[in-house]
């Protein structure tokens, strides 16, 4: 059975960090490329990032510069670091196993971001 938990989430002032991670299992995980997606209050869930299992990285341009995704196959995890925060920001951030614009498993329970202005 497929689990994606997703955690780190909170509250953050306009320009403040946080560091998001998700824990999968009863995957393959080094197999599949692994992706961040996001869904704010009345908005279609958007992506954020993906990152290959060779380590390629590609973000969505209204992130780009200030998140970094990462993985560590090790531990079957990918995380997102989210710097230089905006109010924008503010949704339910979602991680999922990808290929192109598709996703591959259930979606997890998320992991709330909240940025203050």
């Known amino acids: 059975q497929v689990q994606l938990v997703e955690s780190g989430g909170g509250l953050v002032q306009a320009g403040g960090s946080l560091r998001l991670s998700c824990a999968a299992s009863?995957?393959?995980?080094?197999?599949?490329?692994m992706g961040w997606y996001r869904q704010a209050p009345g908005k279609q869930r958007e992506w954020v990032a993906t990152i290959r299992s060779g380590g390629n990285t590609n973000y969505a341009d209204s992130v780009k510069g200030r998140f970094a995704i990462s993985r560590d196959n090790a531990k079957n995890a990918v995380y997102l670091e989210m710097n230089s925060l905006k109010p924008e920001d503010t949704a339910v951030y979602y991680c999922?196993?990808?290929?192109?614009?598709?996703?591959?498993?259930?979606w997890g329970q998320g992991t709330q971001v909240t940025v203050s202005s």
């Open positions: 009863g995957i393959i995980f080094s197999s599949y490329a």
């Open positions: 999922n196993a990808v290929s192109g614009s598709s996703t591959f498993f259930p």
